[in-house]
């Protein structure tokens, strides 16, 4: 084991080193993957330094999402304390389903789980859990909002068509756990949004309405904290009365930037959250955790239990269940995901994650003023987001990224609303700088100058 561990931290040399040297990776097509990687599996297993070579290799070819380049997606950067707290977790190897085999990494679960409940303004009847990923961290949402409005459903299953609501810029997860949860994607809802992509809350209204009218059974609305695109923020005090009205769970999905709840200049965006009945947020995104670290919590721990807990005789034999982790979980076994976000909060603070998150607005507010304050860039989205949203010039989005992405200058995607396509670029990535957001344009612009007629070409 020791001999492992010194090639890992001979490995960790080389991956930073690659991501200081060559930011962005050359891609690999994938139809010369095979070809260009020894990814092969034989009889006989490689000698130490053959595999170590190969390891190389294949850190050398591997995306740098740590890399100040790096703009693609919901998340980014490395910071040290999570990402010890997550390779003591790989190295304690503890399944988080009971006491007995976790111990204190339970006590440090749940006192992520209650910090985060306090934080929010939820009842002392609150529980949570975490999750393999924001997707399913939603469906426990939906079930558990499924079993409050039919206790039967468990066992007997559905017996009526029971509509769930969400806004048409929401993540797709909400349909496909539709799908997956019994509800149907037919009776899935979308209800439309405002200029910025908020959720209106009186179209939700009259879909309701129509709903009830037409013997339909509504029991779920899904409010957005930060949607995937331009990064907005729904009205939940406005929702929350809706769901108050007519009965409805009403849970917030901030996978993307529920990590607002830590920073007291950006909590606004979700005033009325302690109306909710559940909230998501996934660490692994704005606080900068090593994926995954999702996290669920609700104001009904009842229900939590109601609709997830199973008995087995052969895996709870010792403590209460509120210390059987297993027994509120999606899953049976499943990974220690608590202790990284946990090393990181007991590290710096409730304070630093705060200036984890104000740093991601700053770095977002530079941008939108560099682009504001030159004429070949025009902005489509807005204040208060992370996600900034632009076009350059005329050239296409799509192709210019794809470009910027073939010829290793950056990583950054597209997107669309409201029929405009643009770049998107996501200040979320925790190592970024003033000067990275700076350099970012720079790039874009040298790049476009030098293959624009390609582009424009294609």
Same mark, same amino acid.
């Given at each position: 084991m020791?001999?492992?561990i010194?090639?890992?931290?001979?490995?960790?040399?080389?991956?930073?080193?690659?991501?200081? =040297?060559?930011?962005v990776?050359?891609?690999?097509?994938?139809?010369?993957?095979y070809?260009q990687?020894?990814?092969s599996?034989?009889?006989?297993?490689?000698?130490?330094?053959d595999?170590?070579?190969?390891?190389?290799e294949?850190?050398?070819?591997?995306?740098?999402?740590?890399?100040?380049?790096?703009f693609?997606?919901?998340?980014?950067?490395?910071?040290?304390?999570?990402t010890?707290g997550?390779?003591?977790?790989v190295?304690l190897?503890?399944?988080?389903?009971?006491?007995?085999?976790?111990?204190p990494?339970?006590?440090?679960?749940?006192?992520?789980l209650?910090s985060?409940?306090?934080l929010?303004g939820?009842?002392?009847?609150?529980?949570?859990?975490f999750?393999?990923?924001?997707?399913?961290?939603n469906?426990m949402?939906i079930?558990?909002?499924?079993?409050?409005?039919n206790?039967?459903?468990?066992?007997?299953?559905?017996?009526t068509k029971?509509?769930?609501?969400?806004?048409?810029?929401s993540?797709?997860s909400?349909?496909?756990?539709?799908?997956?949860t019994?509800?149907?994607?037919?009776?899935?809802?979308e209800?439309k949004?405002?200029?910025k992509?908020?959720?209106?809350?009186?179209?939700?209204e009259?879909?309701?309405?129509?709903?009830?009218e037409?013997g339909?059974?509504?029991?779920?609305v899904?409010?957005?904290?930060?949607t995937?695109v331009?990064?907005?923020?729904?009205?939940?005090?406005?929702?929350?009365?809706?769901?108050?009205?007519? =009965?409805?769970?009403?849970?917030?999905?901030?996978?993307?930037c529920?990590?607002?709840?830590?920073?007291s200049?950006?909590?606004?965006?979700?005033?009325?959250?302690e109306?909710?009945?559940?909230?998501?947020?996934?660490?692994?995104?704005?606080?900068?955790?090593p994926?995954?670290?999702?996290?669920?919590?609700?104001?009904?721990?009842?229900?939590?239990?109601?609709?997830?807990s199973?008995?087995?005789?052969?895996?709870?034999?010792?403590?209460g269940?509120?210390?059987?982790?297993?027994?509120i979980?999606l899953?049976?076994?499943?990974?220690?995901?608590?202790l990284?976000?946990?090393?990181?909060?007991?590290?710096?603070g409730?304070?630093?994650?705060?200036?984890?998150?104000n740093?991601?607005?700053e770095?977002?507010?530079i941008a939108?003023?560099?682009i504001?304050?030159h004429?070949?860039?025009?902005?489509?989205?807005f204040?208060?987001?992370?996600?900034v949203?632009?076009?350059?010039?005329?050239?296409?989005?799509?192709?210019?990224?794809?470009a910027?992405?073939?010829?290793?200058e950056?990583?950054?995607?597209?997107g669309?609303f409201?029929?405009?396509?643009?770049?998107r670029?996501?200040?979320?990535?925790s190592?970024?700088?003033?000067e990275?957001?700076?350099?970012?344009?720079?790039?874009?612009?040298?790049?476009?100058?030098?293959?624009?007629?390609?582009?424009?070409?294609?």
């Amino acid at each position: 084991m020791e001999n492992d561990i010194a090639l890992f931290s001979e490995l960790c040399d080389e991956l930073l080193r690659t991501e200081r =040297n060559q930011p962005v990776a050359d891609p690999i097509p994938t139809s010369q993957l095979y070809n260009q990687l020894d990814l092969s599996l034989h009889d006989e297993g490689l000698l130490d330094n053959d595999l170590k070579n190969t390891l190389k290799e294949i850190i050398k070819n591997t995306p740098k999402t740590a890399s100040k380049s790096f703009f693609n997606q919901l998340f980014g950067g490395r910071i040290g304390k999570a990402t010890l707290g997550d390779l003591l977790a790989v190295m304690l190897n503890n399944s988080m389903y009971t006491y007995k085999v976790a111990g204190p990494q339970v006590g440090i679960e749940k006192q992520v789980l209650k910090s985060i409940c306090s934080l929010i303004g939820y009842s002392d009847d609150s529980d949570g859990t975490f999750a393999p990923g924001g997707s399913m961290s939603n469906m426990m949402a939906i079930i558990m909002a499924r079993d409050a409005k039919n206790e039967l459903i468990r066992s007997a299953g559905l017996s009526t068509k029971m509509t769930l609501y969400t806004s048409a810029e929401s993540h797709y997860s909400i349909s496909k756990n539709a799908a997956l949860t019994g509800i149907g994607k037919q009776q899935v809802r979308e209800v439309k949004t405002n200029e910025k992509g908020e959720m209106l809350a009186e179209h939700l209204e009259q879909l309701i309405q129509k709903d009830i009218e037409d013997g339909y059974q509504p029991f779920f609305v899904n409010a957005t904290a930060g949607t995937t695109v331009l990064g907005a923020f729904d009205d939940i005090e406005a929702i929350s009365k809706v769901c108050e009205k007519h =009965n409805l769970w009403l849970h917030v999905d901030g996978a993307y930037c529920g990590g607002v709840i830590f920073s007291s200049n950006y909590k606004h965006l979700v005033k009325g959250l302690e109306h909710s009945d559940s909230f998501s947020v996934n660490a692994h995104k704005m606080l900068g955790t090593p994926l995954s670290c999702s996290i669920i919590v609700t104001q009904h721990k009842a229900q939590l239990h109601h609709s997830f807990s199973n008995e087995a005789d052969y895996l709870y034999q010792t403590d209460g269940d509120d210390f059987n982790l297993g027994k509120i979980s999606l899953q049976c076994g499943r990974r220690n995901d608590a202790l990284k976000i946990w090393t990181l909060w007991k590290s710096v603070g409730t304070n630093g994650l705060e200036n984890i998150v104000n740093k991601q607005f700053e770095m977002a507010r530079i941008a939108r003023e560099y682009i504001n304050s030159h004429k070949d860039y025009r902005l489509y989205s807005f204040e208060d987001s992370i996600s900034v949203c632009f076009t350059y010039k005329d050239i296409p989005s799509k192709e210019l990224c794809t470009a910027l992405y073939k010829n290793s200058e950056l990583m950054v995607g597209f997107g669309k609303f409201n029929n405009n396509e643009f770049i998107r670029m996501v200040t979320i990535n925790s190592v970024l700088e003033k000067e990275d957001v700076l350099n970012f344009f720079k790039t874009l612009e040298s790049f476009a100058a030098k293959e624009m007629s390609k582009i424009n070409a294609s």
